[in-house]
Structure formats: C-alpha cells, structure tokens
C-alpha cells in the first residue's frame, strides 16, 4: 500500500490493536492491523499518522551511514553492547584450529573454533584468501553463541523469579522485531541483531516477551507487570531502539 508517496508494509496477524513503526536503517514503514480490518480503516489509520511517519524517517535518515563491513583488521564489531577492534590473522587452516584449542584452555572465551575474543579485540583466524561473506559468518556465528548463551541464563533465572518453566528458545534473524512470543508452542524466538546491544536491554526483551505468556497484549495488566518487574522498562525499551544508530558510525 502506498500512501502519500509513502510504501507501507501490511501484516495481518490475530491481535486486537493496530502496531505501526517506521525501521532503520532505511526508514521503512510496517503496520500490523487485525485480521480483519478493512483496507479502507487502514488508509484511514496510516493517513491519520502521516505527520509521525514523515518525522520518524526524517530523523532515521538523518543517521550518520557506515560503509559495507568488510571485515577486515581495524574495523569495529559489537557484541553485547562491547566495542571490539576485528584483528584477522590468515594462516593455515591446521594452525587457526591450534590457536583456537589453545585459547580454549586459556582465559581468552572462544564459541567459534577460528574467532577469540580477549580484552576488546576480536581475533578471526582464517584460511589465506578467504572471502569477506566466509568472515562475516565466522562472526556472525560467535555473536549468535554469545547471545544464546547470555539469553540462557537470564531466561534461567527470570523463570525461577516468576515461577514458570523456561520456554524453548530459538535465535534467528529477524526483519520487524526484537523478539516474538509464541504462546502456542511455548517459545520465544529472539532476533540476532540483540547480540550487538548492551547486556540490560537483552534482559528488557526477556521479560518483556515473559510477560506476554501472561498478558498477550499491551494493554494495562501488561504495562503493570512490566512496571513491577523492570521500573525502569521505558526507558530501557528508548534505549534498545535508538541502539540501532551504534553500528553507523564509529565511536571514539
């Protein structure tokens, strides 16, 4: 649907109130409206925001834009909210398993076999020649590890504060969302792009889709709960989606 000039993004999914947002890094627009919401009531919703929406994308397209990682030594990679400086070492595939062997036995976390992580430099060791896409899944692999992990163990810990069982979770990429409750199948699925963010709005997501096994909507029993369990919740939920901007530019 297009509106205004505007293209407008449209899912029906089985909820009671209309959710637009307008998503970096290109400003796109996506609205989900009930099942059975006329077209015309939609047009009618969107024009009625029109100023919001114009104003939310000129302020994301305003963001400071960052060339195609290539990931190569001396480019930033970010995992829970840490600035790491990427050193990529090529070498034989023989010695980069030796490397990696070793610092399993050292102090130097490693989830990837070819990529350590000590202090703030991420050390990827590869192969001679190998291709940028082959290093961005190296990394990309020890972001979805490090953020499974970190999710398994606050999820661990928030279920036994709130006295449920811990659901099945799942990390997967993600285009609209942070994260998705699946009350039918009892599983939260969470958006990879979380492994960049800062571990306090990790643990803002965990409890928000928590509580939506118990609320499955936004209304006020929901925004109580989540008063009562994470005060400062707004805020932290601000701070995830300005987040976004982090990876754009470089940061002294």
Not at 239 to 250: Q, S, V
Request: with cysteine.
């Amino acid at each position: 649907m297009t509106i205004a000039g505007i293209e407008i993004e449209i899912e029906r999914k089985k909820i009671k109130h209309t959710h637009l947002a307008v998503y970096p890094p290109d400003a796109r627009v996506h609205i989900s409206v009930p099942e059975d919401l006329d077209e015309r009531d939609i047009r009618s919703y969107v024009a009625s925001k029109l100023a919001w929406i114009r104003e939310q994308r000129r302020a994301i397209l305003a963001l400071p834009r960052q060339a195609k990682r290539e990931y190569v030594s001396g480019e930033s990679i970010y995992a829970l909210g840490r600035r790491y400086r990427l050193w990529v070492v090529e070498t034989s595939s023989q010695a980069a398993k030796r490397r990696t062997q070793l610092a399993a036995k050292s102090k130097a976390p490693t989830l990837v076999e070819g990529v350590i992580a000590y202090g703030t430099r991420l050390t990827l060791h590869v192969r001679a020649g190998t291709s940028r896409r082959h290093r961005e899944r190296l990394v990309e692999s020890w972001q979805r590890e490090l953020l499974g992990e970190f999710i398994k163990d606050k999820i661990s810990n928030w279920c036994k504060k709130l006295g449920r069982e811990v659901p099945l979770v799942e990390v997967r990429k993600m285009k609209t969302r942070w994260a998705s409750c699946i009350q039918s199948k009892g599983k939260i699925a969470f958006n990879v792009g979380l492994a960049r963010v800062p571990p306090h709005c990790i643990e803002y997501v965990i409890v928000h889709e928590l509580t939506h096994f118990e609320v499955d909507n936004h209304s006020r029993a929901f925004v109580k709960l989540m008063n009562e369990r994470i005060p400062r919740w707004v805020a932290l939920r601000d701070e995830l989606n300005d987040f976004i901007a982090l990876p754009m530019k470089e940061k002294p």
